[in-house]
């Protein structure tokens, strides 16, 4: 009861309780919806923190535990990666990915010309607009049974692509983040972007590993969650002391799981502490979201925010049009990848961390991000209301109109017809 007493227990179990009654009740409202659970942990974290109700003061120790979610979240993308098919049908998701993604530069580039931005910044914002949200979009596909469609898997294609590009654009941020660059940092960085390009190389040829365990640990529910939890963990350390960032490594040692046939029972094991350190993650992003500064700018969040979906989805539905795809459709796929997603968070909080931005773009960029996730949803239903149902409504009223035309046509022509009888 002493240590209980110490680190004043009854508090902790305070705000815990109002945590947890906070994520339910503001899930159970965005479910309604269709908002991801994501969504309602940054909320809950505005709504928590230092700048609202301050139920928590410090967001540094729960963004600390938060990023173990983080990687957890990298290490199962890697595991869920079906890395033959990928290989398969790489084409046009990769025509898809690189052609949005110099849009995007483009686009920043001219916008980045006109408001004086340096190249760090400029190339900063493209990586970060670039990205969409596997999670929202993965879910909303799955839930509307659009996931196995044509237009579904090369969706889906490309964002397991901008998963993957997260790597190179972590490696870019680190060298940004380096004034001078010395030899000792430079060859580490080096060997580390040649290791995993060798990696992947090899991910994507071999056709399975098998990894061979004892038969205790086949059986062993507690062991299989250590073991999961070191291979998690154990590969972002890896890359962290190479200088690169966790997630790399994180991503990477799920990749190499997925290979194997004998660690399916990963999913289940280590799904509820994704989720319990994932929804840490994100409430700590909401915490540090500055409530005065929101509401001090919010006429020029929310003109950003409207500009990202609007470019995005024609950057987006431009890419698929390109493809191939017809004009209806890549209208729709350019709402789904309107957002700008969860790992462009964690772009923002890498480049924070190389003090390549500063404290406004840090809550501007932060903001903006949260809130078209957060808007994702209803935009997707706006654009799929205006080019599916419209439509079809038209027809319907049109069809109704030519039958009443036709059947007052019709009336005219009986009652001409009696007349000129009688007559």
């Not at 004892?214 to 590969?235: I, M, R, S, T, Y």
């Not at 932060?366 to 935009?379: G, N, R, Y």
Request: hydrophobic residues 55%; glycine residues 6%.
């Amino acid at each position: 009861m002493t240590l209980l007493s110490i680190i004043n227990f009854n508090e902790l179990l305070k705000s815990i309780v109002i945590m947890l009654l906070t994520l339910l009740l503001i899930g159970l409202f965005l479910r309604k919806l269709h908002q991801p659970y994501f969504v309602v942990y940054i909320i809950a974290g505005i709504l928590l923190g230092p700048y609202c109700i301050k139920i928590f003061s410090n967001a540094d120790t729960i963004a600390a535990i938060g990023e173990l979610g983080l990687l957890m979240q990298m290490f199962f993308i890697g595991t869920k990666m079906e890395i033959q098919t990928l290989a398969t049908n790489i084409k046009k998701p990769v025509v898809g990915v690189f052609t949005q993604l110099f849009l995007s530069f483009l686009f920043i580039l001219i916008l980045g010309f006109y408001q004086g931005w340096s190249w760090k910044e400029i190339i900063i914002f493209s990586f970060i607009i670039s990205l969409s949200s596997s999670a929202i979009i993965l879910e909303y596909l799955d839930k509307n049974n659009e996931i196995k469609t044509s237009l579904g898997t090369l969706t889906s294609g490309i964002l397991i692509l901008q998963d993957f590009l997260l790597v190179p654009m972590l490696l870019a941020i680190n060298y940004l983040g380096q004034e001078n660059l010395t030899i000792n940092q430079i060859i580490p960085l080096t060997i580390s972007a040649i290791a995993i390009t060798l990696f992947l190389r090899l991910a994507f040829r071999s056709k399975s590993i098998n990894f061979y365990f004892p038969d205790k640990l086949k059986n062993d529910h507690e062991a299989q969650v250590f073991v999961g939890l070191l291979l998690c963990f154990g590969f972002g350390l890896l890359t962290q002391i190479l200088h690169l960032s966790a997630a790399i490594g994180a991503l990477l040692g799920g990749i190499l799981i997925s290979k194997s046939s004998s660690m399916q029972w990963l999913d289940t094991n280590l799904i509820p502490f994704k989720v319990f350190f994932l929804s840490l993650f994100f409430l700590s992003i909401g915490l540090q979201i500055n409530v005065d500064f929101l509401t001090h700018h919010s006429g020029l969040i929310f003109l950003i925010v409207g500009i990202i979906l609007l470019v995005n989805s024609a950057i987006n539905a431009l890419v698929f049009r390109l493809l191939k795809e017809s004009w209806r459709n890549s209208i729709y796929a350019g709402a789904l990848l309107s957002q700008i997603g969860e790992f462009s968070l964690v772009l923002c909080l890498a480049a924070k961390s190389q003090n390549l931005l500063n404290d406004f773009w840090y809550q501007l960029t932060l903001t903006v991000i949260s809130a078209t996730m957060l808007m994702t949803a209803i935009w997707i239903n706006i654009i799929r209301t205006f080019i599916y149902k419209q439509p079809s409504s038209l027809r319907v009223a049109g069809n109704y109109l030519y039958r009443k035309v036709n059947s007052k046509l019709y009336l005219n022509r009986k009652v001409n017809s009696k007349l000129n009888l009688k007559k």
